[in-house]
């Protein structure tokens, strides 16, 4: 069924970019909007999304700017750069797609930002 697995996370210097991957399987990846999601200790927020032909894509406004989120439907990848990264990025980081009506997500992948 729907499997979502993200990768990429890890310990990075404030200032600092990382590149994190959702490989995606399970569903005909072309045909829906994914997103990313995080899940801070106080709060879980979404962070972008994009459509299923990255037409249109969203962001957290804190975000915009710092993060773009693309998508390589050939790859059924989802990826979510992230520059100029802050301590206040710290949380886990989770791929999500909606489909039939049921939210699914990935076990998500660490992000820690701290010098």
């Known amino acids: 069924q729907v499997q979502l697995v993200e990768s990429g996370g890890g310990l990075v210097q404030p200032g600092g970019s990382l590149r994190l991957s959702c490989a995606a399987s399970?569903?005909?990846?072309?045909?829906?909007?994914m997103s990313w999601y995080r899940q801070a200790p106080d709060k879980r927020e979404l962070v972008a999304s994009i459509t299923s032909n990255s037409g249109t894509t969203n962001y957290a406004d804190s975000l915009k700017g710092r993060f773009t989120i693309s998508r390589d439907n050939a790859k059924n990848t989802v990826y979510l750069q992230m520059n100029s990264l802050k301590p206040e990025d710290t949380a886990v980081y989770y791929c999500?797609?909606?489909?039939?009506?049921?939210?699914?997500w990935g076990k998500g992948t660490l992000v820690t930002v701290s010098s």
């Open positions: 399970g569903f005909t990846f072309s045909s829906y909007s």
């Open positions: 999500g797609v909606r489909r039939g009506g049921i939210n699914y």
